[in-house]
C-alpha cells in the first residue's frame, strides 16, 4: 500500500507544533522562552519527524530515538548556565504531557472537520486536506498567541511579596509585578528586579549604591573584589536613553505571590523609582509570579 507524504506540510505542522508545545511548555514552568531558540530547536524536531519516514527503525528503538530528539530540543531551548540534569529534566517531562494534549485535542479537531462537508476536509475516510492541517495550525498558533496576552494581562498590576539574603542581612520588599521589565542577564539568563534606591540603601554595599547612582561602569574597577566578581552589567532602554544597570546576585530570594514562599534565581537592580511606584520597594519580572 502507497502513501502520498508532502514534505512541506509535514515539516510546517510538525514546527507549528513543536513550537507551540515548547511555548506553553516554557508559560506552564514560568521559565525563560526565547523565540529564536524555540525556533531553532523547533525546525530541529520537525526535520526529524520527516526524516523519520526513511528510517528502518520501529518499536522501543523508535521510542527511544524520539524521546532523545525531544530531550535535545529541550536542552536547547531551557538550558541556562546554571541549568542542572534535574532543571532539564521537568521541561522535558512537561513538554511530552503538552504534546500529549494538544495532539489530542487537534486530532479531535481533525475527526470532526473530516465528518463536516466542508471544502476543508478531504474526500472519504478520516484523513483531512493540507488546507485543513494549515488552519489547525494557524487556529492553534492564534490561540497560543491570545492566550500568552491573557497570562500577560492577567499579571499586570499583581503584587509580590519579595525577601532578600546577603551577606546576613535580610531584606523584605514588596514588589509591583511589571509586565514591561524584561531584564535579563546574558550570561546567566536570570532576570533582574528593579530595587529602589531607598529600599537597596543598607542592604546592597554602599561602594555598589554610589557606582549605580553615577551610572559610569568605569566606577567598577574601584570595587572590592568580592562585590564586582557579583556584578553585572544589564544593558537597559528606558524613555531618556540607553545605559546600563549595575545588579547583583543576592545570596537567596525567596518569594511570596499568596501562594506560600519558594526560592527563585534572580539579580537586583538599584534604581530610582518613579513617583508612582513609591509604595512599593521594587518592580518585579511578571516571569517570576507563579499563576
Given at each position: 500500500m502507497?502513501?502520498?507524504v508532502?514534505?512541506d506540510?509535514?515539516?510546517?505542522?510538525?514546527?507549528?507544533?513543536d513550537?507551540?508545545?515548547?511555548?506553553l511548555?516554557a508559560?506552564?514552568?514560568?521559565?525563560p522562552f526565547?523565540?529564536?531558540?524555540?525556533?531553532?530547536f523547533?525546525a530541529?524536531g520537525?526535520?526529524?519527524?520527516?526524516?523519520?519516514?526513511?528510517?528502518?527503525?520501529?518499536g522501543v528503538?523508535?521510542?527511544?530515538?524520539?524521546?532523545a530528539v525531544?530531550?535535545?530540543m529541550?536542552?536547547?531551548?531551557?538550558?541556562t548556565?546554571e541549568?542542572g540534569?534535574r532543571?532539564?529534566l521537568?521541561p522535558?517531562?512537561f513538554?511530552?504531557?503538552v504534546s500529549?494534549?494538544?495532539?489530542g485535542?487537534m486530532?479531535?479537531?481533525?475527526s470532526l472537520?473530516s465528518?463536516?462537508e466542508?471544502p476543508?476536509?478531504?474526500?472519504?475516510?478520516?484523513?483531512?486536506?493540507?488546507?485543513?492541517f494549515f488552519?489547525l495550525a494557524?487556529?492553534?498558533?492564534?490561540?497560543?498567541?491570545?492566550?500568552?496576552?491573557?497570562c500577560?494581562?492577567r499579571?499586570?498590576?499583581r503584587?509580590a511579596d519579595l525577601?532578600?539574603?546577603l551577606?546576613?542581612n535580610?531584606?523584605?520588599v514588596?514588589?509591583?509585578?511589571?509586565?514591561?521589565?524584561?531584564?535579563?542577564?546574558?550570561?546567566s539568563g536570570?532576570?533582574?528586579?528593579?530595587?529602589?534606591?531607598?529600599?537597596?540603601?543598607?542592604f546592597?554595599?554602599d561602594?555598589?549604591?554610589a557606582?549605580?547612582?553615577?551610572?559610569?561602569?568605569?566606577?567598577?574597577?574601584?570595587l572590592p573584589h568580592?562585590?564586582a566578581?557579583r556584578v553585572?552589567?544589564?544593558?537597559?532602554?528606558?524613555a531618556?536613553g540607553?545605559?546600563?544597570?549595575?545588579?547583583?546576585?543576592?545570596?537567596s530570594?525567596?518569594?511570596?505571590a499568596?501562594?506560600?514562599e519558594?526560592?527563585v534565581?534572580?539579580l537586583v537592580?538599584?534604581?530610582?523609582?518613579?513617583a508612582d511606584?513609591?509604595?512599593?520597594g521594587?518592580?518585579?519580572?511578571?516571569?517570576?509570579?507563579?499563576?
Amino acid at each position: 500500500m502507497e502513501q502520498t507524504v508532502y514534505g512541506d506540510i509535514l515539516f510546517f505542522v510538525n514546527f507549528c507544533m513543536d513550537f507551540q508545545c515548547l511555548f506553553l511548555t516554557a508559560k506552564l514552568l514560568h521559565r525563560p522562552f526565547s523565540l529564536w531558540r524555540g525556533a531553532i530547536f523547533s525546525a530541529l524536531g520537525a526535520l526529524y519527524a520527516c526524516a523519520a519516514l526513511f528510517l528502518s527503525v520501529a518499536g522501543v528503538w523508535a521510542f527511544l530515538a524520539d524521546c532523545a530528539v525531544c530531550f535535545l530540543m529541550c536542552t536547547g531551548t531551557f538550558l541556562t548556565k546554571e541549568s542542572g540534569f534535574r532543571r532539564l529534566l521537568v521541561p522535558f517531562a512537561f513538554y511530552f504531557g503538552v504534546s500529549f494534549a494538544v495532539g489530542g485535542v487537534m486530532s479531535g479537531i481533525a475527526s470532526l472537520l473530516s465528518h463536516i462537508e466542508m471544502p476543508l476536509g478531504s474526500s472519504g475516510g478520516t484523513d483531512v486536506s493540507s488546507v485543513t492541517f494549515f488552519l489547525l495550525a494557524g487556529l492553534g498558533g492564534g490561540a497560543t498567541f491570545i492566550w500568552g496576552r491573557f497570562c500577560q494581562r492577567r499579571a499586570k498590576g499583581r503584587c509580590a511579596d519579595l525577601t532578600l539574603s546577603l551577606e546576613g542581612n535580610i531584606l523584605p520588599v514588596h514588589c509591583m509585578v511589571d509586565t514591561a521589565n524584561l531584564l535579563r542577564d546574558p550570561v546567566s539568563g536570570r532576570p533582574v528586579v528593579l530595587l529602589d534606591l531607598d529600599a537597596a540603601n543598607g542592604f546592597l554595599p554602599d561602594e555598589l549604591l554610589a557606582v549605580a547612582e553615577a551610572g559610569n561602569a568605569a566606577g567598577m574597577a574601584a570595587l572590592p573584589h568580592n562585590i564586582a566578581c557579583r556584578v553585572r552589567l544589564i544593558p537597559a532602554t528606558t524613555a531618556t536613553g540607553k545605559g546600563l544597570l549595575f545588579a547583583m546576585a543576592p545570596d537567596s530570594a525567596l518569594l511570596d505571590a499568596g501562594r506560600g514562599e519558594r526560592e527563585v534565581e534572580l539579580l537586583v537592580a538599584p534604581v530610582a523609582l518613579s513617583a508612582d511606584t513609591k509604595e512599593f520597594g521594587g518592580l518585579l519580572p511578571a516571569e517570576l509570579i507563579t499563576e
